[in-house]
């Protein structure tokens, strides 16, 4: 399997401009290629933007004309890609959805972005599923940006043994703060490398701007692990603040998986202490910690 580049496209999207976006991203998939990238990794919502207000106009079905284009670059670039669609389901439901394409040009899976928040819920359905796709270059695992908020999904990951976990992102300039303190945190939490594609620009319905700062971190314990200059904060081994642009890392899948096999905290780990019925926890802890619970 050996080394591994990874790619983390940052762009803008334009409202109403699809057929724009898609020419947009690809040039960006040409440029990562033309660096070396085996995984290219686009924003949440790359063609569209985030304009959920009128998802049911915007919408793609998947596989449709979008995956098309991006499987045929696939296969010309020889590069898996990773993107994020607002999908029109079979079931008339819509999802906020990344797709993952092979350096074949298959189209090998989906995840539907299974958390939501409250405003989204009124125009998006919630996935269910955490799939894992094994490809020539690992493990690879999907999630989206407010998937960041919940550090179950990172752990399932963990549990399902992947190396990449990309989480396509177009999150709200406002929560910068908080995204930025939980990235480091999911990758530990997934013991793996997380590779977060951002898009930038404004959404003028909405009258704010979307975040960027795509980065790749890794669990800063291997990091120190693989290299003799090693500080921390160096977790970020790739930031693209402000603006477009592509951010490239190379990682040695093997040798990460050595280091994983050999310092997991998966051994240690209690499951059959987690998530037990409130009830049972109360009358575990008696009625003094009870109170304070509720």
Known sequence: MGRLRIAVVQMESKLGREPANLR????YIRQAAGDGADLVCLPEAFLTSGNILEVADVAVPIPGDATDQLCRVAAELGVHIVAGLLECGEDAAY?????????????RGTYRRVHRHELESRYLAGGTEYPTFDLDIGRVGLMQGYDVNFPEVSREYLRRGVDVLVCSALVPDMFTYL?????????????????????????????????????????????????????????????????????????????MRRYRDKATLRNDSRPGTYWRPVADAVTATGPATAALQT
Not at 96 to 103: A, G
Not at 182 to 208: K, Q
Not at 217 to 246: I, N, Q, Y
């Open 179 to 255: 995204v930025d303190m939980r990235l480091p945190v999911r990758a530990v939490d997934g013991e793996c490398v997380l590779a977060f594609a951002s898009g930038v620009g404004n959404n003028l319905y909405a009258g704010f701007g979307y975040m960027g700062r795509s980065q790749i971190l890794a669990d800063p314990l291997f990091l120190e692990s693989e290299r003799f200059d090693f500080e921390d904060g160096d977790e970020r081994m790739v930031l693209l603040a402000e603006g477009e642009g592509v951010g490239i890392v190379e990682i040695d899948i093997d040798r």
């Open 95 to 107: 999802y906020s959805t990344s797709v993952l394409i092979d350096r074949t040009g298959e189209l």
């Open 24 to 27: 947009r991203a690809e040039r």
